[in-house]
């Protein structure tokens, strides 16, 4: 028995050897991204900027300022088409979550209503923010059942793909990275649509492995920062949630 465990073990090492010859740069770059999650661990706090750059939006941002394991606050401008009219959804949101609290107050957008003063919100809830999770350290929670009430430390888990490929250095809020890259494709319109190539980039510290730069495709891009001084504090006063802020199956 002992024979057969041993040799079960070498067979194994030999296997992660050959795969590791066969494909270096696919082990660097996810080695790479397990350092960084490390990195990203250790941290106290961070914050996070996206731009988006879809054409025929306007200027259009996300701001999140996070403290692991369960703070963190965001603000939103949106400014894009609304359905298929000239006329533009121009909108300001704010939303704070401490725990198993979460509060928001700005203007309407899809899935709820305006809240001009600060309210706490329903556990079912729809996410107060718009878009952007392809781009944030953020995953699920089985309260809510989406991508918006976890502080998430891995980058690995979101980003890994193989044939990710080693780029230039560069810098990001002053400080050097490497960057890495990858291209996929994607149908617009649903899948319906014209065969449009994607540009992904990621860029990791040289000397401390944090993620300060990435891209998704050409339409957005997010900066961060780490350990910045930050403070996140329950809103007071607060009031009561209206009825019928989530405006899903409310008549």
Known sequence: MKRILILGFLLCCIGYSVWAVKNPADHEAE???LQSDRAIAKTKSWRMRIDSHVKHWGKEWMVIEAIPPDREHGWEHVDRPFGGS?????ANVEY????????????AIWGHRAAPE???LAPRDPPPLDGFFQLRLHLTNPHTGYSFDSVETSLRSQYYVPDMRLGELKAFSGHACREWSYDWEIRDDEGAGQLMHMHDTLCLGVSDHLPYHLTKGEWAEATYEWNPSISIAAPDPVLPRPQCFDIVGCD
């Open 31 to 33: 080695q790479a991204l």
């Open 86 to 90: 000239p006329e533009r959804r121009i």
């Open 96 to 107: 704070i979550r401490i725990g198993e609290d979460r509060y928001f107050r700005g203007d």
């Open 118 to 120: 600060w309210i706490k």
